[in-house]
């Protein structure tokens, strides 16, 4: 029973028959209300007066809640403090909550919703971070990772480029929207289940926003139809809501955004505007790069400021480059606060510099390719922050996706058939990966497993593990059943819930199956070690001869008649503990905000991605033939579940950089606010062959299993679908000026395509 056999998702049964249940599927209370949030109708204003009374009184109302019935503090922000649960006299973004309308059904509180009336004197709206920053509306100080020398290594360089970058937001677009449902419990306590990334933000948020300790609220989690950064932080406002409610008024209060008003109300990826300066060697070794990131945050901190900082750690992609100067500042702007997305502004950074790459080679007259495999990072390389690069697979990964596909061969294809075509054109790209794996806030790197076996021999676990489609808890259950060595139907991953494990980080940068893992795994050995004793005692044979396998006690590889089992039964009869708590902290990582130097990652995970598209040019559109992929996954524990988050994780990179358009009005509104005006990739876009081959690698002792994260790095493989199409675009009109504005649309494209 190896464990690199591809294990199922272990809830596929169940999703496919419609039986897995969401927030919303809960069999609710008798009596339960329905609550609609009211939401600023501007991006920017003073509230001079609301009148609910028409909306009060519509039948079935039960009350409107606001500012005025918070008991705590109105204050969700995390990093800084600037967020309010309710708007109180100020607007700062279009679809900002101000009040929630509790009522008999979701219907009637959405008619009352339309019976409010507000009274706003508008102020000027900010959309654009640069706008912003020339405004000096700014969320906090800007931050800046140095290495070397900038302005010394420039006077050395044969060549200088400079340029500017944006790359727009991404809506996350879980499948399901965000939602809670708040019940009341004895002496005013409240439980809360919450489509979170973040149990523990929302028990706390709770217990701020009402007043109350942390032990009075309980926030229990399922599972989560889709998160991608977008609960990490923002499922919280709508847990306390319900909660605010449900503490007034002593009964269970339900409250699910509809699409709508999801897409309205939440942040999504940042769009970053950039400017760059890149510095050759005549053998084009990148001698120099300086870059400025402006990120545009939204109207408050939310985690703006963690993602900003990734954004630096990123900012030099797969490279070595020995002199850096990155800074970057965080816009505030009218637009809802961005927020966490897959990769957590990892992909900013990293398209700039391949933009930086696409422009030399373009104005030097040689491939990408050639300045990219140049400038790979090696071991002991040194990363802008301080890092020293260890077990690097940047070349390793590079080389195996160039011999293995053949790139030249590839490269020599799309040549003569362009030069055979002129109403289609074939272009072809790599894309280099390394994404740093840990929380970058070192304290934010721990995690708790507590592992009941019961009478019976069966197993209860609980982390602090979300799952969200990533398949984490199959992971667990892979690590409970294997060091037990008992079948996997003897083992069930309880709901994540804080009265469980409680303080927890969210399920988020990658980090979940790795923290959650490995305090499981210790939680599961101190357990075997127990038994082991056990079981030698009853064998009257040395601890040391005694294994667990498929079931039964092994004496030196010979089996028993003592089964699992039974030797459950024989510790419980010993007063032996059949329940282990542990706790696991990422060791050896550290970072120093003052210096912004340190060792900030546990690891480093790699890859390359080549991709090959057919843009039509008398349309516009594009359509990708392959995208070929060598990714580290160190040893995968799960191959199915890895390959999935490495074609999900594609995909979803490619939709950012190709097809993904959000458009806000200059008043800040959302404009691409339906799936009809906001198109993802979807089964005829994807491409039409995705290959991702494992690298062969011996893995990595700080991943769980030496099975390397696998949830945000193939992401950043999409970029490459951008310098893709701008190579078909550049093979059919030479006179293209690049330019590096993603996503390129069809509509860009075909602009580009007939550029004089
Ligand atoms: N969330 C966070 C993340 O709080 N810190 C991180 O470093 C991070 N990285 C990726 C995704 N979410
Ligand atoms: Mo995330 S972007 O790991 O919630």
């Known amino acids: 029973k190896s464990l690199k056999q591809s294990i199922k998702n272990i809830d596929s049964n169940t999703h496919v028959r419609g039986e897995s249940l969401y927030v919303d599927d809960i069999n609710v209370r008798e009596g339960t209300f329905h609550a609609v949030v009211f939401d600023s109708p501007i991006a920017h204003g003073k509230i001079k007066g609301i009148d609910y009374s028409k909306a009060e009184s519509l039948e079935g109302v039960e009350r409107i809640f606001t500012y005025k019935d918070i008991l705590g503090d109105n204050q969700i922000g995390g990093i800084i403090p600037d967020e309010h649960l309710f708007a109180e006299d100020e607007v700062h973004f279009w679809g900002q909550p101000i009040a929630l309308i509790v009522a008999k059904t979701e219907l009637i509180a959405r008619q009352a919703r339309r019976l409010i009336n507000i009274d706003i004197e508008e102020l000027p709206v900010i959309t654009t971070a640069k706008e912003a920053k020339e405004k000096g509306s700014f969320i906090n100080a800007p931050r800046s990772f140095n290495l070397g020398n900038t302005e010394k290594a420039f006077n050395d360089c044969e060549y200088i480029f400079e340029g500017e970058t944006f790359s727009n937001g991404q809506e996350q677009l879980y499948i399901e929207a965000q939602g809670s449902y708040a019940e009341p419990l004895e002496n005013g306590n409240i439980k809360i289940t919450s489509s979170t990334q973040g149990p523990t933000a929302v028990q706390k948020t709770a217990a701020r926003v009402l007043g109350l300790p942390m032990h009075k609220i309980e926030v229990d989690v399922t599972r989560l139809g889709g998160g991608f950064g977008g609960k990490e932080d923002q499922a919280t406002p709508w847990a306390v809501m319900a909660a605010l409610a449900t503490y007034h008024l002593k009964q269970s209060v339900k409250l699910i955004l509809n699409r709508h008003d999801d897409l309205r109300m939440t942040g999504k990826r940042h769009p970053y505007e950039s400017t760059y300066k890149i510095g050759l060697s005549k053998d084009l070794k990148i001698l120099a790069y300086e870059v400025e990131f402006l990120q545009n945050s939204g109207a408050a901190a939310d985690l703006s400021p963690a993602i900003a900082e990734r954004t630096l750690f990123h900012a030099t992609n797969s490279y070595f480059v020995k002199n850096v100067k990155s800074t970057v500042h965080s816009c505030k702007t009218n637009l809802p606060p961005n927020t966490a997305f897959r990769g957590f502004g990892g992909p900013q950074g990293m398209f700039v510099i391949e933009s930086a790459i696409a422009k030399a080679a373009s104005e030097i007259g040689v491939s990408a390719r050639k300045i990219q495999e140049i400038n790979l990072l090696k071991e002991n390389d040194e990363f802008s922050y301080g890092q020293i690069a260890k077990h690097v697979e940047a070349q390793n990964s590079w080389y195996a996706a160039t011999s293995i596909f053949f790139v030249e061969e590839l490269e020599q294809e799309v040549e003569s058939f362009n030069e055979k075509n002129t109403a289609f054109k074939k272009g072809l790209s790599l894309m280099p990966i390394t994404f740093g794996i840990s929380f970058t806030n070192t304290p934010m790197n721990h995690a708790r497993a507590l592992v009941h076996i019961y009478l019976d021999g069966s197993v209860g676990i609980s982390t602090a593990a979300v799952e969200m489609g990533q398949g984490v808890n199959t992971k667990m259950l892979q690590i409970a059943a294997k060091v037990f060595s008992i079948d996997k139907s003897k083992v069930k991953i309880e709901t994540?819930?804080?009265?469980?494990?409680?303080?927890?980080?969210?399920?988020?940068?990658?980090?979940?199956?790795?923290?959650?893992?490995?305090?499981?795994?210790?939680?599961?050995?101190?357990?075997?070690?127990?038994?082991?004793?056990?079981?030698?005692?009853?064998?009257?044979?040395?601890?040391?001869?005694?294994?667990?396998?498929?079931?039964?006690?092994?004496?030196?590889?010979?089996?028993?008649?003592?089964?699992?089992?039974?030797?459950?039964?024989?510790?419980?009869?010993?007063?032996?503990?059949?329940?282990?708590?542990?706790?696991?902290?990422?060791?050896?990582?550290?970072?120093?905000?003052?210096?912004?130097?340190?060792?900030?990652?546990?690891?480093?995970?790699?890859?390359?991605?080549?991709?090959?598209?057919?843009?039509?040019?008398?349309?516009?559109?594009?359509?990708?033939?392959?995208?070929?992929?060598?990714?580290?996954?160190?040893?995968?524990?799960?191959?199915?579940?890895?390959?999935?988050?490495?074609?999900?994780?594609?995909?979803?990179?490619?939709?950012?950089?190709?097809?993904?358009?959000?458009?806000?009005?200059?008043?800040?509104?959302?404009?691409?606010?339906?799936?009809?005006?906001?198109?993802?990739?979807?089964?005829?876009?994807?491409?039409?062959?995705?290959?991702?081959?494992?690298?062969?690698?011996?893995?990595?002792?700080?991943a769980i299993l030496k099975s390397k994260a696998v949830g945000e790095p193939p992401l950043m493989y999409g970029i490459g679908a951008y310098f893709a199409i701008q190579n078909a675009i550049k093979a059919f009109n030479p006179n293209h000026q690049l330019k590096f504005h993603a996503p390129i649309t069809p509509e860009k494209v075909l602009i580009s395509l007939y550029e004089k």
């Open 496 to 702: 994540t819930n804080t009265t469980r494990v409680a303080n927890t980080s969210p399920s988020a940068a990658s980090s979940t199956a790795d923290l959650n893992g490995k305090a499981l795994l210790k939680a599961c050995n101190s357990l075997l070690d127990r038994l082991i004793i056990v079981a030698s005692e009853d064998l009257n044979v040395s601890v040391e001869s005694i294994t667990l396998k498929y079931e039964f006690v092994y004496i030196d590889d010979k089996k028993t008649n003592l089964s699992w089992t039974e030797l459950i039964s024989k510790a419980m009869l010993n007063r032996v503990a059949l329940t282990e708590n542990a706790h696991y902290a990422t060791p050896e990582i550290h970072f120093d905000k003052t210096k912004e130097k340190g060792h900030p990652f546990a690891y480093h995970v790699y890859g390359t991605a080549i991709t090959i598209v057919t843009v039509d040019c008398t349309r516009g559109t594009y359509e990708f033939d392959a995208v070929k992929i060598v990714h580290d996954y160190g040893k995968s524990m799960s191959e199915g579940i890895d390959l999935g988050q490495a074609e999900g994780g594609l995909v979803q990179g490619m939709g950012w950089m190709t097809m993904e358009e959000i458009a806000y009005g200059s008043n800040g509104r959302l404009l691409s606010n339906t799936l009809s005006t906001y198109k993802v990739p979807d089964v005829f876009s994807v491409p039409k062959n995705i290959e991702i081959l494992p690298l062969e690698t011996s893995g990595n002792e700080m």
